[in-house]
Structure formats: C-alpha cells, structure tokens
C-alpha cells in the first residue's frame, strides 16, 4: 500500500465543512420556514456562512498538496 498520510488527513478535515454546510443550510430553511419575509437578508448571510466554510475545505486541501513533498 503506497500513498501519503497528508490525503487521508485532508479526508478526515472535510468532514467538518460538509456537516457545516448541512448545519449552515438547515438553519436557513428553518428561519424562511418560521419568518418568509426575513429570507432575503437569511440568503445572503447562508451564502456568505458557505463560501467561508468551503474556504476552509480548499485551504486543507492547498495543505495537503503542499505537505504531501511531492
């Protein structure tokens, strides 16, 4: 079996923002289901909480092509 430990780290670290962008996305159908006039403002703060947390996914990513040593 051949491979780098850095990938299998990168695995593991992209858990954390997949159960975050579940976690971001429920909220946002629970308050436009609870208040449908507030969605507007809901939708830019749900975009804004997922483009920062798939931020974090490709800097983990950048780290293990970067720690990888090849």
């Known amino acids: 079996m051949t ?3 850095a990938f299998l780290g990168y695995g ?5 923002p997949g159960i975050g962008v579940g976690l ?3 909220a946002y159908i629970n308050g436009v289901a609870r208040q ?3 969605r507007g403002m809901l ?3 749900a975009f804004t909480g997922f483009a ?3 931020a974090l ?3 983990g990513l950048v780290f293990a092509f ?3 040593g090849n």
């Open 57 to 59: 996914a490709i800097l």
């Open 3 to 5: 491979g780098d430990i």
């Open 43 to 45: 939708q830019t703060i």
């Open 66 to 68: 970067v720690f990888s």
């Open 36 to 38: 449908p006039e507030a």
């Open 12 to 16: 593991l670290a992209a858990i954390g």
């Open 24 to 26: 971001i996305f429920a």
């Open 52 to 54: 920062l947390t798939e």
